[in-house]
Nanobody
Framework: QVQLVESGGGLVQPGGSLRLSCATS????????WAWYRQAPGKQRELVAS???????NYADSVKGRFTISRDNAKNMGYLQMNSLKPEDTAVYYC???????????????WGQGTQVTVSS
């Protein structure tokens, strides 16, 4: 069974930076798309950024120019570099991977358990 585990969250002052990582465990044939979502209290979960296997990226307008998504295909890991953080970035951040765990398996979506990011002075 594939599992995703986020790390790197925490408390940071406005203007600061954090780097989130998402590690995988279990058998993985190929990860097609990595994505990061976030959910603030009382709000719906929203897409923050995504990156395809070809390296194409997509960002929410609210984070463009501040956040950078990346991936390490050799390690089956995903990353989210967050700079110039604002209080409105405060949320639980979730990683998501669209993958096949064997060559004949269907593609499925997997989620991490989430990591809290709090931006406050």
């Amino acid at each position: 069974q594939v599992q995703l585990v986020e790390s790197g969250g925490g408390l940071v002052q406005p203007g600061g930076s954090l780097r989130l990582s998402c590690a995988t465990s279990g058998s993985i044939f190929r990860i097609y798309t990595w994505a990061w979502y976030r959910q603030a209290p009382g709000k719906q979960r929203e897409l923050v950024a995504s990156i395809t296997s070809g390296g194409s990226t997509n960002y929410a307008d609210s984070v463009k120019g501040r956040f950078t998504i990346s991936r390490d295909n050799a390690k089956n890991m995903g990353y989210l570099q967050m700079n110039s953080l604002k209080p409105e970035d405060t949320a639980v951040y979730y990683c998501n991977a669209d993958l096949k765990h064997t060559i004949i398996a269907e593609r499925n979506n997997y989620w991490g358990q989430g990591t809290q990011v709090t931006v406050s002075s």
